[in-house]
């Protein structure tokens, strides 16, 4: 019996040293994952009150994106914003501003994702009945000048009102296609005489 315990004795060795080794690799895993997630908690850099305008190829502003903080995460690449307000100026359409508590800008603002308490305004103007759209998200495309939500919505137009889920608006254009369960309440303007 002894003869066979000395003989299974490196292997009962080398199970052990394996079995601490990777113990030892899981433990040094779970402390580097928890230093990780509290770097990512803190942003590279932030900026207190920003503002940034885009402007045409002749000069004349397109946008302007502002808000309370910017905040950019370099390990993700991401940068988020709190109370954005993005407003884009047409001399034909008139100003259309869009605001919400929360965005994410992504590929270097060639997208921004609105969320929370979206809002979309375009006031009155001589042609044109006063707009509002509200929502809970909302994905920009601030160089095409398009926006696109999945989510209910209600919309505004003058005294008329919609409700619907998803949209897509072309500021471009002033074409609003809703994609899904519309429904309208139009109170048609008064007659001139």
Known sequence: M??????WSPILILLML?????WLD???QNNNDENLSDENKYPDFYIVGYQAVRLTETGTKLY??????????AEKKSTSLS?????YYD??????????????L???????????EVEINRPKSNEKEGLSIKTSQLHIIPDKEI???????????GSSKLSSVGLEFNNKTSIIHLLSKARAEYDPPPQKR
């Open 2 to 7: 002894n003869g066979r315990l000395i003989s």
């Open 18 to 22: 394996a079995c601490l080794t990777w």
């Open 26 to 28: 899981a433990k040094i």
């Open 64 to 73: 302007s994106l502002r808000g309370e903080k910017l905040e950019y995460f």
């Open 83 to 87: 109370a954005p307000f993005l407003m």
């Open 91 to 104: 001399k034909e359409n008139g100003a259309t501003s869009f605001k919400a508590r929360n965005a994410r």
């Open 106 to 116: 992504v590929n270097n603002g060639e997208h921004i994702y609105f969320e929370n």
């Open 147 to 157: 926006a696109r939500t999945q989510q209910p919505l209600k919309l505004t137009l």
